[in-house]
Nanobody
């Protein structure tokens, strides 16, 4: 029942910052136990988990991305955000947000994804 909708710029120049939005409907992002993830998929590659923010605001970012990636949320807007700086062409891909109902559960709900292309 949870509905997720990613949005953001389709094209980002190298070295610039990516800011993506995940609008959530059907559940409060503060619902106990819920966690909100960002996952991406480069063209022709597999899914890469990027990071997560829990209902209480606790975050964990993939070590490979931690230095330049942050996840935040705005409870009043029921919205989750991804920010990644120093974009590189290899950051190109489809970016998804996904919801977990508990820390160990599957990603039960996914957004449709949003294409991000890093190019000058």
């Amino acid at each position: 029942q949870v509905q997720l909708q990613e949005s953001g710029p389709g094209l980002v120049k190298p070295s610039q910052t990516l800011s993506l939005t995940c609008a959530v409907a059907g559940a409060s992002i503060t619902t106990d136990g819920y966690a909100w993830n960002w996952i991406r998929q480069p063209p022709g590659k597999g899914l890469e988990w990027m990071g997560v923010i829990a209902y209480d605001g606790d975050t964990y970012i993939s070590p490979s991305l931690k230095s330049r990636t942050s996840i935040s949320k705005d409870n009043a807007k029921n919205t989750v955000y991804l920010q990644m700086n120093s974009l590189k062409p290899e950051d190109t891909g489809v970016y998804y947000c996904a919801c977990q109902g508990s820390p160990t559960s599957n990603f039960g709900s996914w957004g449709q994804g949003t294409q991000v292309t890093v190019s000058s």
